[in-house]
């Protein structure tokens, strides 16, 4: 018994002192653990003749309990302590000036993303969207721009293989292709999103945003083409009147092709849309060729459609005065905040997103 009451005094002592947790555990452990003094009692009780160790027993249990309960209140305390001091030290001063919010500002292209998403959901079109890493065939083969086709060069492509089977979509209207496969006709959205093209200066960046259009149906024909479009440049630009010409063009996913430009004239060093004799070009356009129809297996005899593709960040540029592309991506927060939108201000022409 005297060794048992000579730890327990030893122990009940060093429990007494100013400890911290990493303190009690380490007495825990020199107790009760594996090779801990009150253990080795207990695995020592089998070797004491029978008379003595249920005495033994009986008084070894009695001091574990009281040595285990001091350790309880122990880390209990230091917990108090802990938190007491926390509270101490974390006072709110309520007298302190209120911090400045800073609020984020939403970017130009998203804005416009959202604001051209709005108005063509208006007339019918849904929303679409494709990968930015793209395979050869829905970017150029699908639609109708085989392997040695020379449109393929004006496409500055960022291949990510050498069999040029992966790539950087170069415009959007791998989208249409996506689209038509999916789904059965009528068709009529646009795929917003981001494109790629080996290019650099101030009106050309490597990744830039073009919107598609797509819309194939019984009996539409370059009339409805030429009334959506008039009515989405219009509503962008919020005017009444817009000046707006087709330009005979070429692209190979089209037949007839045209690009399409807006009048605009100078006042005061600013461009102002849908007046003057100076024109802009700010998309093409054009009736889907039936081989592209072919490729997706739509009948061409009893659908037809157009299908348009328009720069975004262009239009951005146009409508909210920037002159420099390559300021879009330099993440440059003085930039963004100076031409960036309040995300709790809500534009003129914006009538809510259906997705
Ligand atoms: N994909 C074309 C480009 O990037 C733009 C375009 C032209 C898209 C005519 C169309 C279209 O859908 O019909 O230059």
């Known amino acids: 018994m005297s060794d048992i009451k000579k730890i327990k005094d030893e122990f009940l002592h060093k429990l007494s002192e100013d400890l911290n947790i990493e303190n009690v555990n380490q007495i825990k452990s020199e107790l009760f653990g594996k090779s801990g003094k009150i253990s080795n009692f207990f695995k020592n009780l089998g070797s004491l003749p029978p008379e003595e160790r249920k005495k033994f027993a009986s008084d070894l249990n009695f001091v574990k309990d009281e040595l285990q309960e001091k ?128 290019d650099s200066d101030q009106t050309h960046a490597p990744m830039f945003h073009q919107v598609e259009g797509l819309h194939i149906d019984k009996n539409i024909n370059m009339g409805h083409l030429k009334g959506c479009l008039n009515y989405f440049i219009k509503s962008f630009f919020e005017v009444d009147k817009i000046k707006m010409r087709f330009r005979p063009s070429h692209f190979p996913f089209t037949e007839p092709s045209a690009e399409v430009d807006i009048g605009y004239e100078l006042k005061d060093g600013k461009i102002v849309i849908g007046e003057g004799d100076k024109w802009l070009e700010i998309l093409g356009c054009g009736m889907v060729h039936p081989n592209v129809l072919k490729n997706v297996k739509i009948n061409s005899d009893k659908y037809q459609g157009y299908a348009f593709g328009i720069g975004i960040d262009r239009l951005a540029m146009l409508k909210y005065g920037i002159n420099d592309l390559r300021a879009f991506f330099e993440t440059d927060y003085r930039w963004l905040n100076h031409f960036g939108f309040d995300p709790l201000d809500v534009p003129s022409n914006y009538r809510g997103l259906s997705r």
């Open 71 to 198: 350790i309880n209140k122990k880390i209990q305390e230091i917990e108090i302590r802990e938190i007491n001091s926390k509270l101490e030290n974390e006072k709110v001063d309520v007298t302190l000036p209120e911090r400045d919010i800073v609020r984020g500002k939403i970017h130009p292209v998203s804005q416009v993303i959202d604001e051209i998403s709005s108005i063509f959901s208006e007339i019918g079109f849904s929303v679409e969207e494709g990968p930015d890493v793209e395979n050869e065939h829905y970017n150029f083969t699908a639609l109708n721009t085989p392997d040695n086709h020379p449109a393929r060069d004006m496409h500055d492509t960022f291949y990510l293989d050498d069999k040029k089977e992966l790539l950087l979509r170069t415009h959007t209207s791998p989208v249409q292709v996506r689209t038509m496969l999916k789904d059965k006709p009528p068709f009529k959205i646009i795929a917003p999103g981001r494109t790629y093209r080996s």
